[in-house]
Each structure stands twice: as structure tokens, then as C-alpha cells.
């Protein structure tokens, strides 16, 4: 079964739809008054901004087509752009903030992602969907 996750490029508009409603997630739960105050007490902004991106990562780069370099591009822009959206709407609320070190933690989460799945990819000799 983890093979099948890791190491497969199937149902690749489910994975890339998975990413788009767990970063809707984010961002609405995000703006909750008093909800990033809780979590705070479980995990640090690092913890949850690293796994958060990091799984965002993971689902655009296995859900996407073409070469593996494509897959990882793909992946780190698209979490670039998200994890900037998400800063920029935090900068709206009044009882949060935009911090570009977030964004930073976001990228590479994103680039080690696309990285380990680039390497584990090539190590399996997964054939990438053109």
C-alpha cells in the first residue's frame, strides 16, 4: 500500500484536487480568531508550516505529469505561490500577520519534498506520466 502512495503517479487529478482543498483548509482555518493561538500549543509555526507545505508539496508533485524535473518544478512553484497567498491574506487579519520567514519555511519544504520524491522516483526507476 505505501508503495502504491509513494511510488505511483495514479489518480493524479485526485491528488492535485486533494492539495487544492487541504491549502483551502489551511487558509480558512487559518483565519479562525484564536485557532492558530491554540495549535500553537501542540506544534510551532516551523513544525506546522514544514509538514503542511511539505504534504502539499508531496501530493502536486506525485499528482502532476511529465518528467521528473517537471513534477518538481511544478510542485516548488506552485507551493511558492500558495505559501505567498497565504502570507498575503494573514496580512489582512488584524490578530495575525505575514512573515516572509514562513513563506521561506514553505519553499523549502517544498524543494526537499520534490527532492526526496525526485530521488526516491529515480532510485525506483518510476516512469513519470507525459
Given amino acids: 500500500m ?3 502512495i509513494l511510488l505511483t503517479s495514479s489518480f493524479p ?4 484536487g486533494s492539495a487544492i482543498v487541504a491549502y483551502l483548509l489551511i487558509l480558512i482555518l487559518g483565519s479562525i480568531p484564536g485557532a492558530r493561538q491554540d495549535i500553537g500549543e501542540v ?6 508550516h514544514s509538514c ?9 508533485f506525485t499528482g502532476s505529469r511529465g518528467t521528473l524535473a517537471v513534477r518538481a518544478l511544478t510542485a516548488v512553484l506552485t507551493i511558492a505561490l500558495m ?3 497565504d502570507e498575503y491574506v494573514q496580512s489582512f487579519f488584524p490578530y495575525r500577520h505575514g512573515d516572509v520567514r514562513d513563506w521561506m519555511v514553505d519553499c523549502t519544504a517544498a524543494i526537499l519534498m520534490s527532492s526526496f520524491m525526485w530521488v ?3 532510485r525506483y526507476r518510476i516512469q513519470p506520466s507525459h
Fill in 13 to 16: 487529478r485526485l491528488r492535485c
Fill in 120 to 122: 526516491l522516483w529515480s
Fill in 83 to 85: 505559501g505567498a497567498l
Fill in 52 to 60: 503542511a507545505y511539505a504534504g502539499l508539496a508531496f501530493l502536486m
Fill in 43 to 48: 506544534a510551532s509555526g516551523l513544525i506546522l
Fill in 2 to 4: 505505501i508503495k502504491q
